[in-house]
């Protein structure tokens, strides 16, 4: 993958050719997208995955850009989706000749002014001070929209109707295919915008306030001001998710400004890899789909995004954008064929290893809620739960992860040793 793309923001830099090719082909998949997958079901789950998209890619400006570890994020999506609500149905009420389409604007506008007024308090400080702010923050606006159920709605929230706008060149919005248009615009004029903030003089400087803000206040910036400049600027892109998001659902309420929506964007974030600019894309393309093929699969799905929550910040720093640009450069390499064995042995570990995790879980629920009588639902497979069962799923889990850690190392000792011998030859 290219470094427009996959790289972290201080890749090399690459020829104008090949970054064009990269947004053309990224450009490419948004619109083919629906073509490949026309159903109902499958453009909406896309929908879902553009906005959460945009929303990770924000909090990536601040979380991998910037070095802030947001717990408010979710509640300048939930600001730019009540204000994307309040426009649309402004919008329906009066007849306005106005198109659906811009209310992202709005919810842009609303949660950049928000995150000028809360940042300019919560960016004041970094690093723990500053989540345990911004944790403070979440927990009052969550509590206020509960309180001020005129304004915001209460557990029922407000409804809309994105029909209601005027018709632009035949578009009303009425079908998914059009929300889901809307939604790929939309993310590739934002992805594009947060590419190119990256690059500016303040993308620098907030890379280099994440890395030493003592050196930087030395040289004259003010960390606390790059800060709150990033902080304005991750706002705004929140809330175009956030009005993406009302416009998909037509519908909002007060848990749009719950805790779990922020700790959903940081698990999205983490698990695509917050040190390449592609990596939300991934984690929340992944972390979509995982999410909702999951909780129709098995009742402990919040357990298994969990885990693989945990086993990337464990053994994939880089998140799976890390993982893609090592598999890319061992290939480019040449390394492949060299640790292809041990590799092949490690995967075949880690799959039973997988497999008997999944199955001592699934086991552990049936039992736990007494369903199927005993009887226990693993990959389209029916498994008694008894005393053989769980040994065995014991013995995979545990003879799978010796194999993992024997074929971890000698894939360590070949990678090594093939990368001194690539420095030799130099």
Do not use: K
């Not at 902080?231 to 416009?247: C, H, K, N, T």
């Not at 064995?341 to 039992?367: D, F, K, N």
């Amino acid at each position: 993958m290219d470094n427009v793309i996959a790289g972290s923001p201080g890749a090399a830099p690459v020829s104008w050719r090949r970054r064009v090719a990269v947004w053309l082909a990224f450009a490419a998949i948004l619109g083919l997208a629906p073509w490949c997958f026309p159903s109902d079901a499958a453009l909406t789950l896309m929908t879902q995955m553009g906005t959460a998209a945009i929303l990770a890619l924000s909090f990536n400006l601040l979380l991998g850009s910037t070095g802030l570890l947001s717990f408010c994020h979710a509640t300048y999506a939930g600001i730019g989706a009540y204000a994307g609500v309040w426009c649309m149905n402004r919008i329906g009420a009066q007849g306005l000749a106005v198109s659906m389409a811009v209310v992202p604007l709005a919810g842009a506008l609303a949660a950049g002014a928000a995150g000028a007024t809360l940042g300019f308090v919560t960016t004041r400080r970094a690093g723990m001070t500053f989540a345990m702010i911004t944790l403070g923050v979440a927990e009052l606006v969550w509590v206020l929209a509960a309180m001020l159920p005129e304004w915001f709605g209460g557990e029922r929230g407000i409804p809309t109707d994105r029909t209601l706008g005027a018709a632009w060149f035949g578009v009303t919005f009425a079908t998914q295919r059009e929300i889901y248009g809307l939604v790929a615009v939309w993310m590739f004029v934002c992805t594009a915008l947060m590419y190119g903030i990256t690059r500016t003089p303040l993308g620098f400087l907030a890379r280099a306030v994440r890395d030493n803000a003592v050196r930087v206040a030395f040289l004259g910036p003010s960390p606390s001001a790059v800060r709150y400049r990033m902080q304005i600027l991750a706002a705004a892109f929140a809330g175009v998710a956030g009005a993406l998001g009302a416009l998909n659902f037509e519908l909002v309420s007060a848990d749009a400004f719950s805790l779990e929506r922020s700790g959903v964007v940081l698990v999205f974030t983490v698990l695509g890899g917050t040190t390449y600019f592609a990596g939300p894309i991934v984690g929340a393309v992944v972390g979509v789909f995982v999410t909702v093929m999951l909780a129709t699969l098995t009742r402990a799905w919040q357990l298994y995004l969990g885990l693989g929550f945990l086993a990337v910040v464990l053994f994939a720093p880089g998140g799976i954008a890390g993982l893609i640009a090592v598999h890319g450069r061992a290939w480019r390499t040449g390394m492949a064929r060299t640790l292809w064995r041990p590799y092949a042995v490690a995967c075949a570990g880690l799959a039973m290893g997988i497999g008997g995790l999944i199955a001592i879980v699934e086991m552990t629920y049936a039992v736990r809620l007494a369903s199927g009588a005993g009887q226990v639902a693993a990959s389209g497979l029916r498994a008694q739960a008894g005393p053989g069962t769980w040994g065995m799923a014991g013995v995979a889990v545990i003879v799978g992860w010796i194999i993992v850690v024997r074929a971890g190392r000698q894939l360590r000792r070949l990678a090594a040793g093939a990368i001194h011998a690539t420095e030799d030859r130099r």
